[in-house]
């Protein structure tokens, strides 16, 4: 038996978590549950301080399993980057957004490198869990690595393995989602997935880095075309005087061959909005051209401004104009039951009512207040709802559906409801007063 797998069997193995944000905790949280000792590295003091105070930063993982991990020493969380040297695994979590012209922005990708080239040490694994564009570690994290004086695929392992997180799905953890992995040579990969065995339930060892990348971003762009068809197909059917959601929750019925999309009010999260451009922006390198997905971005990226003309044309049949009135914009979140306002089409929606002279107010149970964002700053709280301030509103606006909302509750004490995502479709009185958009 090699010493790696020694050290692995014997949970010897010292892992080190880079970036500790929504994918960043839950692998901490399952390396703990693993027997294994973690340290999670963070730029941000302040996280690093909440962390190692025992408290969670993510609503879904609750502060007792961040208290059990710190108090039992299995975790530590630190801003002191020479420590990377202690750990034998480093997996790099770090975010992978988009710049203001909508290409890819490597700065964190490229510090992280550079921090962990000036840290590396001969044996240890590097993976890269961010997602990116095919090419991301082998052209641009490679050989900023090497810069240490050590070669890739010889005095260290180089693997990609990208995250799949649903935060908030029941049904999925980080063990129970099969992981994709792909390394430098061969053995890069296989002490990758020597490392992942034995805390994921299933692994999908693929031949290369760029396999490993590419499998995370055709996941998206199929979730974000197939998003952007029935959006498109919702404006069709409103035309027509047909509810697409009926329509999908029809088709869906059909037991092969269809998976079961729906529309909203636009596109959010860290992911879907984002990742596909990466591969946009790569696949100019080679002079193609991505026409689905710059389609599928046109449509989704319409949706906010859909949504406000439908609500303009619920308030004007009520003899009213959008400059002026009131309106409750319901969820800030980008989807049900998480915390997470990460290009939230609800932001958008506010600018875009504010644009038009609408007095806009916010309620999220899980957002108490806006916090500063890269391109926004909304400087708004979470009204609290009651009956009373519900229907001092001219217009409540759906935007994400939390299931902790009692929708009948809502459309009872609401003057007007406009629902992007559907949420009141079993809401039997007052259906009068609800324009679906
Ligand atoms: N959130 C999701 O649901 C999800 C799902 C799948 C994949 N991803 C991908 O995973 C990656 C991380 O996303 P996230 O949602 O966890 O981001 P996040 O913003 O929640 O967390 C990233 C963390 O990295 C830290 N960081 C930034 N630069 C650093 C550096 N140089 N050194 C150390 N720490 C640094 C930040 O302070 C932050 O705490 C992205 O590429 C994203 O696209 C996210």
């Not at 989602?177 to 693929?206: H, Q, S």
């Not at 217009?395 to 409801?417: A, G, K, M």
């Amino acid at each position: 038996m090699r010493e790696w797998e020694r050290k692995i069997k014997d949970k010897r193995v010292k892992v080190g978590i880079l970036g500790l944000g929504y994918v960043g905790l839950p692998l901490v949280r399952e390396f703990c549950s693993g027997g294994f000792k973690v340290i999670g590295f963070d730029i941000d003091e302040k996280k690093v301080k909440i962390l190692n105070s025992g408290r969670s930063i993510i609503k879904h993982i609750p502060d007792k399993q961040i208290k059990r991990i710190v108090k039992n020493r299995q975790f530590e969380a630190t801003t002191n980057m020479a420590r990377l040297k202690k750990v034998d695994a480093i997996i790099v979590c770090v975010p992978t957004p988009l710049t203001v012209n909508r290409e890819p922005d490597m700065q964190f990708i490229i510090k992280s490198s550079k921090t962990i080239s000036k840290n590396i040490r001969t044996g240890q694994l590097i993976v890269f869990e961010s997602t990116t564009y095919p090419g991301t570690t082998r052209e641009l994290v490679r050989p900023i690595l090497e810069k240490s004086g050590l070669k890739a695929g010889k005095d260290f392992h180089l693997a990609y393995s990208p995250e799949r997180e649903d935060p908030g799905n029941k049904n999925f953890t980080t063990r129970t989602i099969p992981k994709v992995v792909g390394g430098l040579t061969k053995k890069c990969r296989d002490t990758a997935c020597e490392l992942y065995n034995t805390v994921i339930e299933k692994l999908v060892p693929v031949s290369s880095l760029e396999t490993a990348e590419a499998t995370k971003i055709v996941e998206n762009v199929y979730r974000c075309i197939n998003i952007a068809m029935v959006n498109e197909l919702k404006m069709v059917f409103d035309k027509m005087g047909i509810d697409v959601w009926e329509v999908i929750n029809a088709a869906k019925t059909k037991p092969f061959g269809f998976n079961a999309f729906y529309p909203g009010p636009g596109l959010g999260g860290h992911c879907i909005p984002i990742d596909p451009f990466y591969l946009t922006w790569k696949a100019r390198q080679y002079g193609m051209p991505t026409r689905f997905i710059e389609l599928a971005g046109e449509i989704n990226a319409n949706m906010p401004s859909y949504v406000i003309s439908k609500t303009m044309e619920a308030l004007n049949k009520h003899k009213k104009s959008l400059n002026g009135s009131k309106v409750l914009v319901l969820g800030l979140a980008y989807k049900k039951d998480i915390d997470d306002l990460r290009e939230s089409p609800s932001i958008e929606l506010i600018e875009l009512l504010k644009e038009k002279g609408a007095l806009v107010d916010y309620n999220d149970p899980y957002i108490r207040r806006t916090h500063k964002q890269r391109q926004h700053d909304l400087k708004m709280v979470s009204k609290k709802l009651t009956a009373k301030a519900l229907s001092g509103y001219d217009v409540v606006l759906i935007s994400t559906d939390h299931s902790s909302y009692d929708y009948d509750w809502i459309v009872e004490n609401s003057q007007l409801v406009v629902d992007t995502r559907n949420a009141t479709s079993k809401v039997r009185k007052g259906r009068a007063k609800i324009l679906k958009a």
